[in-house]
């Protein structure tokens, strides 16, 4: 019997128990029992949500591994009594979000879509925008997110650069890396897009120098996290002009607190992240195949590296 503990908030639990156990069961994994309470020295496998019960995994000593339900691990990768292994998700469902989301706002700002929804003033503007091509439009990182909606920019005939902490190699995008290539990604930059983790290294990454370093004009993008930014920055850039427009769908603090300037700033789109979540249905069968693998002996599928913090 494989005791696998679904430890998060009730209300998903009520959406992810039947898909679980149909996935699980497509797996080839039968003999299981999946619970919200199953005693600690029992559990085989934590399905993981960083805000639900479980905040100290020491008592789960036979747990083989906690497989987690979001795409960021920045709020359990620090736990100390977290020594099993932590894998983040990865899922079709929410890469194709994220996909859609972005690409969405990318062509908004490309096309100028904005000036023509919000600027109808009775004067006849025949301004064409560029053609993708000649728009260069850098993403900070190449992870699964970030090469996906890289890739289908570049599909759509965008001058795509990427930028990673290690070297990458992707089809059809200029990848970049270190801290010249962070110079470099940000100078062409005239729509950016974040998608990197948060960790102590990326906090703050975007702040008033490397703003600065961006093209007079540009647009932000932003679904990754919050804290990539620097908002007193971001703020300082956009009363100047020197960034046209930014697209914020996460934040420091979240939901937004009514009185934060973003909301009422002219230059400013506030989305309440929802440029992705976890899909049950695909987040399921990711969870049922690491289990899958863990009891096979074969490697999890998209493992946290401590050291890094994702």
Known sequence: MINILFAARPASWARYEAPLRKALGAA????????????????????LAPNGPVQDFAPYTRCRAVLNLWAGVENVVGNRSLTQPLARMVDEGMTQGMVEWVTGHVLRHHLGMDAHIHGQDGIWRNDAPPLAQNRPVTILGLGALGSACGRALAGLGFDVTGWSRSAKDIPGIRCLHGDAGLREALRTAQILVLLLPKTPETENLLDAQALAQMPQGAFIINPGRGPLIDDDALLHALDTGHIAHATLDVFRVEPLPPDHPYWAHPSVTVTPHVASETRKDTASEVIAENIRRSEAGEPLLHLVDRNLGY
């Open 28 to 47: 080839g994994l039968e003999d299981f029992n999946l619970s919200t309470d199953i005693a600690p020295q029992d559990v085989d496998y934590i399905v």
